[in-house]
């Protein structure tokens, strides 16, 4: 319903996000039914193709959002890369028995070992905090980022967003990652995921 | 193209879709070259500035002093900008009014359908062609005034959506994001017949 009211507002897109107390715990938007456009979290491919079943025009890996730890960032796109790597390798009769593994749509399944990469954006986000950050998931297969408490928690949140659009730019450029990192004031105070309790985990959220 | 050597077209990387529009030139006979500095420019036959967000690449392209490196170039060689690149190559730009390269006599405004809701995929006809193009419009702007040395190719809902003036060319949507060559060959042509 929230998501009516957003697309009442004229919004410019949805993310169906795991970091608010989910209204339905086991069931995701039919976002097919939508004009505007939904962004949603996934932290492997089979994750990532039922939510682009639903209706998802943007994929982002989860992450832990609000952490400033980017292991977990790494973890779910490396993830999502390799799944998809491993199955542009497969012949076309043992697809559907991947479908099956990943729980997803052959259709996408089929798309993905074709072209190798989703059919949507797939974004990287949860726990980007410094430029090199921001290059190293860009360097490990995203196409975009999102960074929220990364820069609004860090000292100076102006100067930090301009350096995180540059590193995702010049990604493969050292120089100008350097010249992005510099003068930047301290970043955003993390947190360990590895010392959280399952329980206070975003990532776990929908399914 | 017939051309023995294929011709080096390159993208501006800075932001937006430029990828989508470097498998768009090699499906259309072109080399699709990354442009991230001023640097690459070298060799280039022609260059594309992708749809994206305009206000960040403009950002990008003055932090990197690549503003007049761009001019510098279009003065040389054939340019084309779709939606972002569109209100870049403009000489004036609308709501808000920002800075530009100014290689084009046109006034373009921002945003012009309104918000991501109004986004849309539209069937128009460009001149020259028996055949409808699929427009791809995403908050995209439209184009107020043209020079009088500017030729309209195309027009969606009365205004010009595709449009060139001497070596350059600008669409308000995004021919990268279809399967069909069309947009893109008619650059290209331009790039085999200027110098």
């Not at chain 2, 359908?113 to 995929?121: A, D, F, N």
């Not at chain 2, 699929?134 to 500017?150: C, H, L, T």
């Not at chain 2, 010009?160 to 600008?170: A, C, D, I, K, S």
């Amino acid at each position: 319903m929230e998501a009516r009211i957003l697309e009442a507002l004229e919004v410019d897109y949805i993310d169906e996000s795991e970091v608010l107390t989910p209204a339905d715990e086991e069931h995701h938007i039919d976002k097919r039914n939508f004009k505007v456009p939904f962004v949603c979290g996934a932290r492997n491919l089979g994750e990532a193709l039922r939510r682009i079943a639903e209706g998802a025009a943007m994929i982002r890996t989860k992450g832990e959002a609000g952490s400033g730890d980017i292991v977990e960032a790494v973890r779910h796109m490396r993830t999502i890369v390799k799944e998809m790597k491993q199955l542009t390798v497969l012949g076309p009769e043992e697809l559907v028995a991947e479908s099956k593994r990943h729980q997803a749509p052959l259709e996408l399944i089929q798309y993905v070992a074709e072209h190798g990469k989703l059919p949507v954006p797939n974004f990287s986000a949860g726990g980007i905090a410094t430029p090199a950050d921001a290059a190293l998931v860009m360097q490990l297969g995203a196409e975009a980022i999102f960074v929220g408490s990364g820069i609004f928690k860090s000292s100076d949140p102006e100067a930090r967003a301009k350096a995180i659009v540059k590193a995702a730019t010049y990604f493969n450029d050292p120089v100008k990652l350097l010249e992005a990192s510099e003068e930047l004031g301290p970043a955003m105070f993390g947190i360990d995921v590895a010392k959280l309790e399952e329980s206070e985990l975003l990532q776990t959220r929908g399914w | 193209m017939s051309s023995a050597v294929r011709k080096k077209v390159g993208v501006l990387a800075l932001q937006g879709d430029f990828e989508a529009h470097g498998k768009a030139l090699a499906r259309a006979g072109a080399e699709p070259v990354e442009v991230r500095s001023e640097g690459d420019l070298q060799d280039l036959d022609g260059l594309v500035i992708p749809g994206g967000e305009s206000s960040t690449m403009l950002k990008l392209l003055e932090i990197e002093n690549l503003m007049e490196p761009l001019r510098d170039f279009g003065r040389r060689r054939p340019i084309f900008g779709t939606c972002a690149g569109a209100i870049l190559l403009a000489a004036e730009v609308l709501n808000p009014s920002q800075a530009s390269l100014g290689l084009m006599d046109i006034g373009v405004e921002r945003n012009a359908y309104g918000r991501q809701l109004e986004s849309r995929i539209a069937q128009l006809r460009a001149e020259g062609q028996d055949q409808d193009l699929e427009a791809v419009f995403i908050r995209a702007p439209i184009i107020r005034r043209v020079g009088e040395d500017v030729k309209v190719l195309a027009r969606y809902q009365g205004d010009p959506v595709l449009v060139e003036q001497g070596r350059h060319m600008v669409a308000t949507f995004h021919p990268e994001l279809t399967t069909d060559s069309r947009v893109h060959r008619m650059f290209l042509e331009k790039v085999a017949t200027s110098g």
